[in-house]
């Protein structure tokens, strides 16, 4: 009896032994399997990191590329050639912008309307246009005269040289434009004077008479504006002419005239004016 009772012994010990092993056994895997989660979810967690890191990075360069294209291709009124080409009803001549040499509009056209003396010619649409608002101004009681319209280089010289030789070259600078550099060579420009009181053609009173009362609220009806307007000397690089007027369009003019009726040429467009460059 007593030796069955240790062989029963015996093998309860082996038995209990082995359960112990196959559970340590256990516990070790579960060990393992914890400690691989833990290095899989830090892998995982560093590599999340290096691609958030990767995207901001790349973001940050697209940005930066953006803004390079951005301002390569910023507008610049200095390279649009609506100011520069000679068939633009746009084209700008001023004291920074001289026109072409020897530059004289191949549609040059004889405006019927009444003058002060002389008569003038103008590109083809700004005759047109000059004959139809000279037109509805008759209609409103209001009787408009062509004083000057196109003029040749040769004619704008003479010009220059009879206003230095009254007042010097610095003042002639402000009433009139050295040769190449006359509005009034783009064959766009028409100076007009008044029916109902000569005495003030060509003087900035115009403005108080019927016809330039007249020509301030329409003229941009037909595509005109004031080329220089009061207190824009420093821009435009002329003392105020209301009896100035540049053809450019009526779409143009009345952009400019809706936006302030004051505005120059220079100012609307952003384009460079002022004095001479030398």
């Not at 032994?17 to 056994?25: E, N, P, R, S, T």
């Not at 390279?79 to 040059?108: M, V, W």
């Not at 309307?113 to 103008?122: E, I, Q, Y």
Request: aromatic share 12%.
């Amino acid at each position: 009896m007593s030796k069955r009772l240790l062989i029963t012994a015996i093998v309860l010990l082996m038995i209990l032994i082995g359960l112990m092993g196959f559970k340590f056994a256990g516990m070790v895997s579960e060990s393992e399997s914890d400690h691989t989660a833990s290095v899989s979810d830090t892998e995982s967690s560093e590599n999340q990191e290096t691609s958030d890191s990767e995207i901001e990075e790349n973001i940050d360069s697209s940005a930066e590329e953006s803004a390079e294209s951005t301002s390569e291709t910023e507008y610049d009124p200095e390279q649009d050639s609506r100011f520069f080409d000679t068939d633009s009803y746009l084209i700008c001549a001023n004291k920074k912008h001289p026109l072409p040499d020897g530059y004289e509009p191949s549609d040059l056209a004889w405006p019927e309307v009444d003058v002060v003396s002389a008569r003038f010619t103008l590109r083809w649409d700004a005759a047109v246009a000059l004959e139809e608002m000279f037109a509805a101004a008759a209609e409103d009681g209001v009787t408009l005269l062509l004083q000057s319209g196109y003029r040749s280089a040769e004619y704008q010289s003479q010009l220059w040289n009879y206003y230095a030789g009254l007042y010097g070259a610095d003042d002639a600078d402000t009433i009139s434009s050295r040769p190449g550099y006359s509005d009034h060579q783009t064959g766009l420009a028409a100076d007009i004077g008044s029916a109902s009181n000569p005495s003030a053609d060509l003087t900035q009173s115009f403005i108080d008479t019927a016809e330039g009362q007249w020509l301030y609220k329409h003229a941009y009806e037909y595509g005109f504006i004031m080329r220089y307007p009061v207190g824009k000397q420093d821009i435009t690089g002329y003392a105020y002419e209301p009896w100035h007027y540049r053809y450019i369009g009526v779409e143009e003019a009345t952009a400019i005239y809706t936006t302030d009726p004051d505005l120059s040429f220079e100012e609307y467009y952003g384009i460079s004016g002022g004095d001479y460059a030398d």
